[in-house]
């Protein structure tokens, strides 16, 4: 595990997205795993800025996203598909055929999700894995659980994520109550995983998934076992970890 510390947003946005760009530069047909959330947003913006530099192209690249809402139309404003669209493709020359997300408003979850995985099967490895990470140490949206699932499945989602995503609804009802989420085992087979965390809100959740023993309790616990995975904190986030240098 490499552990790099931040002082600013800018300066983590900018090692993530030094990390992203860098990938489809030295691999044209990279695979990409790509998540939502407010975490991402500066890194999304500084990857649309190099890429309008001419750096770099995504016409070979293909993305696959953790996970999406169930039953939230593709064109709501919070749904994962218009995330996707606002902070990224809209921004770049991805063509619209190799971004896929799952699709929480099948009529057969069940086959939608068998679908998703034979996608992401089919494209080979994810070559990198963006992350962020829940309050409750959820990642993509793996909850914690007595066991945990390895392809992409619908999930329940805990009270914890509810209320946190809550801010990007009118109201806490009207946040979907299920996702549908790529599994913990598709993530643990991405080549690299990039976690990026911010605020002290989560310093607590980061030294249990980091430094803590691994459980299903804390699903970002497994990602200790991953071989290359790299971890961009800001300073908040890192406060409650001892010995691990930035
Ligand atoms: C989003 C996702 C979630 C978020 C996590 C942190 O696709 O899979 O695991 O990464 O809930 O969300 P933020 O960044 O909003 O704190």
Redesign the pocket.
């Given at each position: 595990m490499n552990t790099l510390i931040f002082d600013t947003d800018d300066k983590l946005g900018e090692a993530a997205a030094n990390i992203l760009s860098g990938l489809v530069q030295t691999k044209p047909r990279a695979v990409l795993g790509l998540?939502?959330?407010?975490?991402?947003v500066g890194i999304y913006n500084q990857v649309v800025s190099d890429f309008k530099r001419g750096m770099f192209s995504f016409r070979e690249v293909t993305t696959f996203?953790?996970?999406e809402y169930v039953g939230l139309p593709v064109d709501h404003p919070e749904s994962?598909h218009s995330y996707m669209r606002h902070h990224l493709f809209d921004h770049i020359d991805l063509p619209a055929a190799q971004a896929y997300l799952p699709d929480g408003n099948a009529s057969d979850i069940a086959a939608e999700c068998r679908r998703y995985d034979e996608l992401i099967d089919r494209a080979g490895q994810i070559d990198l894995q963006l992350?962020?990470?829940?309050h409750n140490g959820?990642?993509?949206?793996n909850e914690p659980a007595h066991a945990l699932i390895r392809g992409t499945h619908v999930v329940e989602l805990a009270e914890e994520?509810l209320q946190?995503n809550a801010r990007y609804f009118q109201s806490l009802d009207e946040v979907p109550k299920q996702a549908l989420?790529m599994g913990v085992g598709t993530i643990l087979k991405a080549k690299m995983i990039v976690l990026v965390v911010k605020g002290a809100d989560k310093a607590a959740i980061v030294q249990s998934a980091l430094q803590g023993p691994i459980t299903t309790d804390c699903p970002a616990s497994l990602l200790q076992t991953h071989p290359h995975l790299i971890v961009l904190l800001d300073r908040a986030a890192a406060e409650k970890l001892g010995g691990t240098s930035p």
């Open positions: 998540a939502t959330g407010g975490t991402p996203n953790l996970d994962y992350l962020g990470l829940g959820h990642i993509g949206f994520t946190a989420t």
